[in-house]
């Protein structure tokens, strides 16, 4: 989960929206109202909206936003964030603790976690596994490199 999540009131523009989003090298910012998360704006939605015209930047983000949004309890499970964006086919998922934002999960963030434990999984596999597939698969994380940590994207 990302903590340093950026947020913008409804009333302010798109304009301000891209160039915050565009500042911090995001693909998402988090739509609030009197504090509390209401919508959300990705690159997606931008794709959706971009053949309006240059009039559509000066649109109030309540305008353009997705909503409802879609959020995790911060006391979710992985595997909860993993099934609710599979279900609703979203690849943000904010995370708010008493209807407060206080993080983001994203698609990147799970395979990061994902790939990160890749070795307790195939150790955890291995020990039912027949001595000659052990060895197999000893070799499979040899030639792949599987035992190395993901490096930061």
Do not use: C
């Amino acid at each position: 989960m990302n903590k340093r999540t950026k947020i913008i009131e409804v009333s302010r523009s798109l304009r301000d929206s891209i160039h915050l989003m565009k500042e911090n090298d995001i693909g998402s910012i988090i739509v609030v109202e009197n504090e509390k998360p209401a919508g959300i704006f990705t690159e997606r939605d931008l794709v959706k909206i971009a053949d309006r015209g240059s009039t559509v930047l000066d649109a109030k983000m309540k305008d353009v936003m997705s909503h409802p949004l879609t959020t995790i309890s911060s006391t979710a499970t992985l595997w909860d964030a993993i099934s609710l964006m599979g279900r609703k086919d979203i690849r943000r998922l904010p995370v708010v603790e008493k209807d407060r934002l206080v993080g983001i999960v994203t698609e990147k963030d799970i395979l990061r976690v994902i790939l990160s434990q890749q070795n307790l999984l195939l150790e955890s596999v291995s020990e039912y596994l027949p001595a000659l597939t052990r060895e197999q698969l000893r070799e499979l994380v040899e030639k792949f490199g599987v035992e190395k940590p993901p490096s930061r994207m």
